[in-house]
């Protein structure tokens, strides 16, 4: 069985595996479930009583849209509205590889997104910002072009665009995660393996 550092999340007994550049050979079975379970990757959250906040041109309509995280490789709208996303991938079947460049191009003025979190235990686990993870939100976009609030950017003039500001996530299934990229420690007669660490690496 070949391990590797992305995995999927089909259920909480249930993982499969891609394959990167990075492959840690293991033999013999696994504990995946645990190795998710260890990874503490909250799936939802909520905080609905802070929806009824009054912020300067922020839309007064509660919207609950469903978003993509897409990586194009800039510094600019990373979630993109999923009846697109999919309609791409239909058409585009590696178009989530973790190497998207050059595959397809979405109209991020019309389609992309940045989110905002209303509040910092709302906060996105970056461990599931890997391409073709979908999430649900429930929050107010802005009526103007901005940046997020809380965004991190590696750039000093990072493009403008739509800001949804959310209450409200609960990321849908199957997803992926970046994971642990080292185990250690296989027990020759039980197969298990344990985490050296939980240094999570992309």
Known sequence: MTLTSCQTVENKNEQKHTDTNEELLIVGDIDTAKIISQLEIKESASRMDLSS???????DQLDTLELTYYFGFCD??????????NRALSEELNLDELDPRGQIEFNLDKHGYYIEASNKELKIDWRTEVNGTTIRFIGREYKDKRLPEDGEFTVPDPPKGKVFRYYSYQILRPYQVWGPHKLTEIDKETGDTSQQSLDLGR
């Open 53 to 59: 906040e009054k912020i300067a041109n922020l839309s």
């Open 76 to 85: 600019c709208q990373r979630w993109i509205v999923s009846e697109i996303h």
